[in-house]
C-alpha cells in the first residue's frame, strides 16, 4: 500500500520536520493576525472620540498581551543566546532577560519582570507615536509585537547595552 512518500523516508530526508516547522510558522502567523486585529478593533474602540490619548492608554491595552511582549523577548534572547554561546557569562545574562520565579505573582524574576515591564512601555510609547502620526496600522502594530521592529526595539533596549557592558564589539 504505498500512496507516495512514507513517513519513513519523509523523517529520514528531513521532509517531515520541515512540514511541521512550515504548519508551526503558518499557525503562529494567524494567531499574531488575530491578536493584532483585538489591538486594533481595541485602539479603534477606546479611542474614536478622543483620537489623541496618553501612553499609559497604550499600556493598558498591551498588559492583557504581557504573553506576546514576553514571546518577543523569548525568542530574541534564544537567537542572542546562540550567537554569543561562546562569550564568557554572556549567555548567562541574556537567560536572567527571561527568568521565571514561581513566588511572584507574574512567574518572572524580578529582574525579568522589570525588563518586561520597560520593554512593554516602550511598545506603547512606539504604538502612541505611530497613532499620533496617524500611521498606526495592523501592519506596524504587528511588526511591533512580532516582526523587525521588535526584534530592533529588544537589541535596542537589551542587547546593545549588555554587549557595551561587556566589552563586547559585536556589530548588530
Do not use: C, W
Amino acid at each position: 500500500l504505498d500512496k507516495g512518500v512514507s513517513l519513513h523516508d519523509m523523517i529520514h530526508s528531513g521532509s517531515a520536520a520541515r512540514a511541521l516547522e512550515q504548519l508551526q510558522k503558518k499557525i503562529y502567523l494567524v494567531h499574531a493576525d488575530k491578536a493584532v486585529a483585538q489591538i486594533l478593533e481595541e485602539i479603534h474602540s477606546a479611542f474614536e472620540a478622543l483620537p489623541l490619548q496618553s501612553i499609559s492608554d497604550f499600556l493598558k491595552i498591551l498588559e492583557p498581551r504581557r504573553q506576546i511582549v514576553f514571546n518577543l523577548i523569548h525568542r530574541n534572547v534564544a537567537h542572542y543566546r546562540q550567537l554569543f554561546e561562546t562569550l564568557p557569562s554572556l549567555p548567562e545574562v541574556l537567560e536572567k532577560f527571561i527568568e521565571g520565579d514561581d513566588s511572584q505573582h507574574d512567574g518572572l524574576a524580578p529582574a525579568a519582570s522589570k525588563i518586561l515591564q520597560n520593554i512593554m512601555l516602550k511598545v506603547a510609547v512606539d504604538m502612541h507615536h505611530e497613532h499620533i502620526k496617524g500611521r498606526l496600522d495592523a501592519f506596524k502594530i504587528k511588526d511591533l509585537l512580532y516582526g523587525s521592529s521588535g526584534d530592533q526595539l529588544i537589541r535596542m533596549l537589551l542587547i546593545r547595552p549588555m554587549l557595551r557592558v561587556a566589552g563586547v564589539n559585536e556589530p548588530l
